[in-house]
């Protein structure tokens, strides 16, 4: 169940709210009365309530709004019990002053905002000391490892236990420990309105996780990266599961690149069945994998581990044959060509990250004519030796005569939106303009393309096609790819009304 939280300061407003959130399905809320501006009218909150509710009352020690003294805190929680909401929510250092009455029942909580300590179990035998019908421990996370932790001492929890993680290295367990025995877990009830670091909205948590529908024996799948808050990848391949009616979940987990082989030993525990690998683990990704496609082994990173029958680690990039598809797609949309329409063509190449690299060799291998040019020189140089092909410098970018251009760097991507890596005056209406950001999806080197008649083809086809492919890895099964184009374009679109 997802416990949703309201935070406002004014008692309609709470009201308010409360009703919307039972329209869309929530079927628990927490009111958090230290957020109300005027002395909190407990009777007047819950009367009538359209869903049970968790009454919560924060200090300003535990991140709470909480102005008025520590009695009459205090009294508007006992006020709560005598009242018989369904769950009051006490510290764990004032549950004794406080006794059980009625039917309410008992959340014994304790926040850690810094850190996780290493003494977890030790502070969960003590909250179980407290007369708790449910105990809550919720700290800060630090590293992955802080997550596995957390949710591990939730699935051995005797007495109930809400366990998760706090920042975005805790994201991961706020969506998987129901999994794991947890009661429930909370959301906020918008994105901009988050209570806590890491919170997700109701509408995420329901819609994009379907956090009620992940069971003990969910398969578990994700993303890995740093930073991964702003990824998208979630939101498509959990759209996939959903279309196709498949009990599995995709879960954002942000990985430090020095620490990307240690996590992953430590995410065994969880049982990841694959990965979506991006910035800054592809090398890593390739090294830590039993067996590799040759696509990944020419370019020497990975966007995919998957396990095979024999649960070893396997390394595939999907980015090379999305990004040569999505290319042949703008050349040649009906597919008429009876040789690939990328041989002989000219074709400058703006970057050399990752990204870049695949696009790079695969242009190379289907007989483009390719050109990088890259802000650093150095960086820029090198990849052009590797795939032995020509280097321009960045201020000679349009120096040449392109039947393609490529932008593989993320100049132009939300929010910068009103920048571009290639000036409209550079552009000729005979091109080819293929731009790897995805959000926005018309970026500005793409509407100044369209301006100048060029053909254009938008990140959306290379990721969405790249996501694909990771999905049949995965699954065995071909990718609803529509289902998968509309939710992202849905997607940035939201991100960017925000």
């Known amino acids: ?31 958090r009365l230290d957020w109300v501006a005027r002395s909190p009218d407990v009777n007047r909150l819950i009367k009538d309530r359209p869903t049970p509710v968790v009454i919560t009352c924060r200090r300003p020690e535990d991140k709470g709004r909480w102005k008025r003294s520590e009695e009459q805190r205090q009294a508007v929680l006992r006020t709560a019990i005598v009242s018989e909401v369904e769950y009051v929510d006490l510290e764990d250092d004032i549950a004794d002053q406080i006794p059980r009455y009625g039917k309410t029942k008992r959340i014994i909580s304790h926040h850690n905002f810094d850190e996780t300590p290493d003494n977890l179990e030790e502070i969960y035998t003590s909250l179980c000391e407290k007369d708790p019908d449910i105990v809550k421990l919720v700290t800060m996370a630090n590293s992955p490892d802080d997550s596995v932790r957390m949710l591990k001492l939730v699935a051995n929890a005797k007495v109930p236990m809400i366990g998760f993680c706090m920042g975005e290295y805790g994201v991961m367990s706020r ?28 509408s995420e948590m329901s819609q ?36 196709d009616k498949i009990d599995a979940v995709y879960v954002p987990f942000r990985v430090p690149k020095d620490r990307l082989g240690e996590t992953l030993k430590e995410f065994d525990w969880l049982n990841v069945q694959g990965y979506s690998v991006t910035i800054p683990h592809k090398a890593g990704a390739l ?46 949309p009906k597919g008429e060509s009876a040789s690939d329409p990328i041989n002989g063509k000219q074709v400058l190449l703006l970057g050399a990250g990752g990204v870049s690299r ?22 820029g140089e090198k990849l052009a030796d590797e795939l032995g092909c020509s280097y321009t410098t960045w201020e000679n970018r349009g120096g040449g005569r392109y039947d393609i251009v490529v932008n593989g760097t993320a100049v132009g991507m939300h929010p910068n ?21 995805y959000n926005p999806e018309n970026t500005l080197l793409l509407k100044q393309a369209r301006e100048r008649g060029c053909k ?14 990771q999905y049949k890895l995965f699954t065995g099964r071909e990718a609803p790819l529509e289902a998968m184009r509309t939710t992202l374009r849905k997607g940035i679109s939201a991100v960017g009304k925000l």
Not at 176 to 190: D, E, H, N, Q
Not at 421 to 435: E, Y
Not at 456 to 469: D, H, K, L, P, Y
């Open 417 to 437: 939106v009103n920048e571009t890596p290639f000036a409209q005056n550079l552009l000729m209406d005979d091109m080819l303009v293929f731009d790897t950001v």
């Open 287 to 332: 090294k830590l994998a039993g067996e590799a496609d040759e696509a990944s082994q020419t370019m020497k990173v990975a966007n995919t581990l998957f396990r095979d029958k024999d649960n070893t680690w396997q390394a595939r990039n999907t980015d090379y044959e999305a990004a040569l598809d999505s290319i042949r797609l703008g050349l040649d």
């Open 456 to 469: 254009t083809i938008s990140g959306i086809e290379m990721f969405v096609r790249q996501a694909a492919a």
């Open 208 to 243: 994009i996780y379907r956090y009620d529908q992940i069971g003990p024996e969910t398969p578990l799948y994700g993303v890995i990266g740093d930073p991964i808050a702003h990824s998208l990848s979630p939101l498509i391949h959990n759209a996939a599961f959903r279309y």
């Open 1 to 31: 169940m997802i416990c949703v939280s309201i935070g406002r300061t004014r008692h309609k407003m709470v009201m308010m709210e409360h009703r919307s959130l039972a329209e869309k399905g929530a079927e628990l809320v927490e009111l």
């Open 175 to 202: 969506i998987l420990c129901g999994k794991y025995g947890s009661p429930f877990t909370y959301a906020t009830f918008s994105r901009e309105r988050e209570l806590a670091p890491g919170q997700l909205s109701f």
């Open 358 to 379: 695949a696009i790079g060799a695969g242009i190379m291998n289907a007989g483009g004519a390719l050109t990088i040019s890259n802000r650093s020189r150095v960086r």
